[in-house]
C-alpha cells in the first residue's frame, strides 16, 4: 500500500544495515507517520506488546523478525540455543490471543535448530523471517482476490450505487504486511473501479478502526464514514450495510472467531437483519489444535485503555482521563463470534463455510 504516494510494507529491514528492523509505530497514526528501528528481542516485544505493531499477520511477521535478531544476540552471547529458546518465551508472553504469534516462533525455531553454525542458524532464521513476512503479504493479496467476487456479486444488484461494507477494528495492510484481511476485498473492489464505501466502526478503546482504518482507507481514497461501535446495528436496520467483512485473530478449526471485543455484537446484528458476516483471515490465523472458542485465551489489558483517551493538539499528543479514577475498570480485548453466525471465511485459498467439514476441505493437509 501506498502512503502519500510512496509503497510501504509495515515492517522491512533496513536496506542499509540488515541487522534492523524497521516498522511503522502505528501509537503516532493518523496524526504522524512515524518508523521506529528495532535492534534488539526486547526492544521487539516491546513493540508488540505496547502496539507499535498489532494485528494478527504484523504480530506473526514482527515475532519472526524478532527471533532473526535472537540469534544475531545469541552468536554473542554464552549458550546460543539458550538465548534464543529465552527469547521465543519472551517473545511468546507479550500477546496471547493472535495465534499468528506462537505459529511465526515454532517455525523460527524449527528453522533455527536445522543450522550447524551460529552463522548458519542465523542466516536460517534471515531467510525464515522473510518467508512469513512474504507469505503474509501473497496470502493476503489473494484473500482481496477471493474477497472482491463477493463485492462484485452485490454491486450487480446495486445500479451504480456504491456497496456499503462495514468493518470492526482494523485489519487492513496496517494489520499485516500488506494489503490486509478485511479490507483487501475493499481495496480491491477500488482498484477495479466498483463504487464501495466503508462504515468503519471507532473501535474503543484503542480506536483502532477511526485512527488506523480510517487513515489507511484515505491514504487509498476509498470512500468512507466513521461511526460510533454501537451505530452498526442502527445502520443494519435501514438497510445501509450490504455486508461485513471482519478479520480474525484466532479462528478455530470449526469456525469459531476470535476478533477485537466488539466483533460478536455485530454478527448478532447481523444475523438480526439477514445481513452477510464474513470473516477474513489467512491460513496462519487457524488453530488447528483448538475445537470450541471458548477454549481460545481473551487477553485483558490495563485499565488505563478504557479510563483514559490520547490525541493531537497544537503538534503534541495529549492524554485525559475520561473515567472516575476510582472506578475499576475490566478491559476485555477480544470476544469470540461463535461459527452459527458467520456466513463464510475468506482465506488465501478461497471462500468456505465456517465449519470444519469445509474449512478441511479447503486446507486438507490438517485433517487428521
Known amino acids: 500500500m501506498k502512503v502519500g ?3 510501504f510494507r509495515t515492517i522491512w529491514l533496513n536496506p542499509e544495515n540488515e541487522r534492523l528492523v524497521q516498522l511503522i509505530d502505528q501509537r503516532f497514526l493518523p496524526h504522524r507517520f512515524v518508523i521506529e528501528e528495532v535492534s534488539t528481542v526486547a526492544q521487539m516485544a516491546t513493540a508488540i506488546r505496547e502496539m507499535h505493531v498489532r494485528g494478527a499477520g504484523l504480530i ?5 523478525y524478532g527471533m532473526y535478531l535472537a540469534t544475531i544476540e545469541a552468536a554473542g552471547s554464552g549458550s546460543f540455543d539458550e538465548h534464543v529458546v529465552n527469547a521465543a518465551a519472551q517473545l511468546k508472553a507479550t500477546r496471547p490471543t493472535a495465534v499468528n504469534l506462537t505459529w511465526a516462533i515454532e517455525w523460527q525455531l524449527t528453522s533455527i535448530a536445522k543450522g550447524k553454525t551460529a552463522q548458519h542458524k542465523i542466516d536460517l532464521a534471515l531467510r525464515t523471517a522473510r518467508r512469513i513476512a512474504a507469505e503474509d503479504e501473497e496470502h493476503c493479496r489473494m484473500i482481496g482476490q477471493h474477497g472482491l467476487k463477493l463485492i462484485e456479486q452485490i454491486a450487480r444488484t446495486r445500479d451504480g ?3 456499503n461494507v462495514l468493518t470492526h477494528c482494523n485489519a487492513g495492510w496496517l494489520a499485516f504486511v500488506d494489503y490486509g484481511s478485511a479490507l483487501a476485498p475493499v481495496y480491491a473492489a477500488h482498484d477495479r473501479a466498483l463504487p464501495v464505501h466503508v462504515w468503519v466502526d471507532e473501535t474503543r478503546p484503542r480506536s483502532q478502526g477511526s485512527k488506523l482504518t480510517a487513515w ?4 487509498h481514497g476509498v470512500p468512507h464514514t ?10 443494519m436496520q435501514r438497510g ?4 461485513v467483512i471482519v478479520g480474525s485473530d484466532r479462528t478455530t478449526c470449526t469456525g469459531d472467531v476470535a476478533n477485537k471485543i466488539g466483533t460478536y455484537l455485530k454478527a448478532l446484528a447481523a444475523q438480526d437483519n439477514e445481513v452477510p458476516f464474513y470473516v477474513a483471515l489467512p491460513s496462519s490465523s487457524f488453530d488447528w489444535t483448538i475445537r470450541d472458542g471458548s477454549e ?9 485503555e478504557l479510563k483514559r483517551a490520547d490525541g493531537w493538539r497544537d503538534g503534541q499528543m495529549l492524554e485525559v482521563s475520561v473515567a472516575p479514577e476510582d472506578s475499576p475498570a475490566a478491559n476485555y480485548g477480544f470476544d469470540v463470534t461463535p461459527r452459527r453466525l ?15 467439514k469445509s474449512i478441511l476441505e479447503l486446507f486438507p493437509e490438517h485433517a487428521s
Open 5 to 7: 504516494g510512496q509503497h
Open 60 to 64: 506473526g511477521a514482527s515475532a519472526g
Open 342 to 356: 458467520v456466513t463464510g471465511l475468506i482465506t488465501e485459498r478461497g471462500v468456505c463455510k465456517a465449519d470444519e
Open 161 to 163: 450505487k456504491p456497496v
Open 216 to 219: 489507511e482507507l484515505g491514504q
Open 240 to 243: 445501509a450495510v450490504d455486508l
Open 296 to 304: 481460545i485465551p481473551i487477553e485483558e489489558r490495563g485499565a488505563e
Open 226 to 235: 466513521i461511526i460510533a461501535d454501537s451505530a452498526g446495528g442502527h445502520l
